[in-house]
């Protein structure tokens, strides 16, 4: 049962423009957010997070919004940029050292 | 360079054949978990293992084990291996980063089973 969901498999945007990635989730429980980002043959590496107690992170051009009525996050990518092009992962946690849970991700291409 | 080191980095073998792959994590990371990522899938989760002891089990199969060695190495052994099996097997260990935990991946290891 995929607890966590991106359901676009992948996004394509010019570049300058705004990339926003989306991902759901089902457990109400989970209490951290986290997105990856992850080029080919390399593993994934930590990008931005948000605990529930927050409804937005800020990191220089990432931006993570959380509804947690919805169960939906969101990334946001301003400008996007062509080495901003590889495939996220949102991913989420209930309580420190449990198990995360990582959507299918999502490949976003930055075009020049 | 995420700390976390993994070996093999590609792996060969034919079916029914075992394998056992290895993951070093970030020094002073008490955690590592093991993940598979086949093709066109996200990462699942397989098994989670905190200063040498099993913490929690996801989706892992019977005929693959692991374990957590004093020095907090970690091993994932792979046997009666199945064409199925062929992914990419990611470990990670968790730490923390402004006060908010995260996982720190390793570069993976590519299985291929013919």
């Known amino acids: 049962d995929q607890q966590v969901k991106q359901n676009s498999p992948s996004l394509s945007v010019q570049e300058g423009r705004i990339s926003i990635l989306n991902c759901d989730y089902t457990?109400?429980?989970?209490?951290?957010f986290l997105w990856y980002k992850k080029y080919p043959a390399e593993g994934p590496t930590f990008l931005i997070s948000?605990?529930?107690?927050?409804d937005k992170n800020e990191d220089g051009r990432f931006t993570v919004f959380l509804n947690k009525s919805a169960k939906h996050l969101s990334l946001h990518i301003v400008p996007s940029q062509p080495g901003d092009s590889a495939v996220y992962f949102c991913?989420?946690?209930?309580?420190?050292?449990?198990?995360?849970?990582f959507g299918t991700g999502t490949s976003l291409t930055v075009i020049p | 360079d995420s700390g976390v080191t993994q070996t093999p980095k590609h792996l060969i073998t034919a079916t029914g054949q075992r394998v056992t792959l290895r993951c070093s994590p970030r020094?002073?990371?008490?955690?590592v978990y093991w993940y598979q990522q086949s093709l066109d899938q996200g990462l699942q989760f397989l098994i989670q293992?905190?200063?040498?002891?099993?913490?929690a089990k996801g989706n892992i199969l019977e005929r693959f084990s692991a374990q957590q060695f004093p020095d907090l190495h970690s091993e994932l052994n792979l046997s009666s291996l199945e064409l199925g099996d062929s992914a990419l097997y990611f470990c990670?260990?968790?730490?923390?980063?402004?006060?908010?935990?995260?996982?720190?991946f390793g570069p993976g290891t590519r299985l291929l089973v013919l």
């Open positions: 990670a260990s968790s730490g923390y980063r402004a006060d908010q935990e995260t996982q720190y």
């Open positions: 457990n109400s429980m989970f209490d951290y």
């Open positions: 948000i605990s529930s107690i927050k």
């Open positions: 991913a989420a946690s209930m309580n420190t050292g449990n198990q995360f849970y």
């Open positions: 020094s002073g990371d008490l955690s």
């Open positions: 293992y905190y200063n040498g002891e099993e913490r």
